[in-house]
């Protein structure tokens, strides 16, 4: 008879429950992670509403995890049992135009684990070698779940090329939004300016770094304006999917600036754009949703060195059996906290 395990099963948009599965059967050249910590995304949010992924129901959410390496295939060289790792969730074919340059999310055939296929939020969870990366042994382990979030951050960046002593206006305060105050400022962008509706997240960005926090009013324009003697920003981020903050975004940028797209809306959302304003202003556009195979490499060697504050992040904790409870909890987003479920 197979092995079981436990794993939080989304059976129907709105119910996620703990039921007993197999545990994954591994090809000769994939690896089987017995999961420690997974963190809750806003996309996981997304998928249990039935938003996002609703034709892969059911299955099992979660993509920011790490744990330890329980078994390997025959063919699998480079990976030892006992390993603390993380995992690139973004799985494509590896042979076409797209994942050759970088752009596995392009890829026609790319599937993630944990929004496509069974993933994190389980005893345990399979993935390719190719996409297992060992931990530093020196790392935190409750720390090292936020790897995967970090490195859709840093990509970010690198698209954005938001530059030392640009000005930037990031919209939202959810977990991920701070992450990105805290690159911005990492990344010497001044000042930093934070637009949100919740109290207590616009404290936190404070604390990671933001220059200015704004509750998002009917003069907010007007404020940033003051604050950029006039200009705008050079750079707008907006974090969280929301249409009302895209709108807003233009409107905030200084001529010559650029918008960047990370939060996810809707999938049949639409908000009107003043065309005409954009490119008289020419304001660029550039979009971010996840990381490749560099930004992890990246995001392991900027948490290990401590570039980042990261205890609020990793303070909220729920078990594997109290999942309803942890995505309940995770629900209030905006006040910039992290749930992490420990699964071991």
């Given at each position: ?20 599965i ?16 997974c ?13 996002f ?62 929004i ?14 190719n ?9 935190d ?26 000005s ?5 305060t ?9 690159m ?9 300016i934070?637009?949100g ?81 954009i ?18 490499t ?9 570039r980042f ?15 309803t ?20």
């Open positions: 008879m197979k092995e079981k395990m436990k794993a939080a099963v989304i059976t129907e948009p709105g119910r996620i429950v703990i039921k007993d197999l545990i994954p059967e591994i090809g000769d050249n994939e690896v089987l992670i017995k999961v420690k910590y963190g809750i995304c806003e996309t996981d949010l997304k998928i249990l509403k039935g938003e992924s609703k034709e892969y129901l059911p299955f099992t959410p979660g993509h920011e995890f790490t744990g330890y390496v329980y078994k390997i295939g025959k063919g699998v060289e480079n990976i030892k049992t006992g390993q603390y790792v993380t995992v690139d969730v973004n799985l494509g074919c590896g042979k076409c135009y797209f994942c050759k340059n970088g752009q596995v999310l392009m890829c026609k055939t790319c599937k993630q684990i944990g496509h296929k069974n993933g994190g939020f389980a005893e345990y969870v399979k993935a390719p070698e996409k297992v990366y060992v931990l530093p042994k020196n790392m382990e409750i720390e090292a779940v936020l790897i995967e979030p970090f490195a859709n951050v840093i990509r970010t960046a690198k698209k954005a090329k938001y530059f030392p002593g640009g930037i206006v990031i919209l939202g959810s977990a991920i939004a701070l992450m990105h105050v805290q911005t400022k990492a990344s010497a962008a001044t000042p930093i934070v637009i509706d919740d109290e207590t997240g616009l404290q936190e960005a404070k604390r990671c770094g933001a220059d200015y926090v704004l509750k998002n009013s009917a003069d907010v324009i007007t404020k940033v304006f003051d604050i950029t003697e006039g200009l705008g920003a050079d750079f707008v981020l907006e974090a969280e999917g929301k249409t009302d903050n895209y709108q807003l975004s233009f409107s905030l940028a200084r001529p010559g600036g650029k918008v960047i797209g990370f939060g996810l809306t809707g999938i049949e959302e639409e908000t009107p754009l003043q065309l005409f304003d490119v008289l202003r020419e304001i660029g556009f550039v979009s971010s949703v996840s990381a490749d195979d560099y930004d992890m990246d995001a392991i060697n900027l948490i290990n060195s401590q504050q990261l205890e609020y992040f990793t303070d909220c904790r729920y078990s594997l059996e109290n999942i409870e942890a995505f309940k909890c995770a629900k209030n987003v905006n006040n910039g906290q992290k749930v992490i479920v420990s699964i071991i």
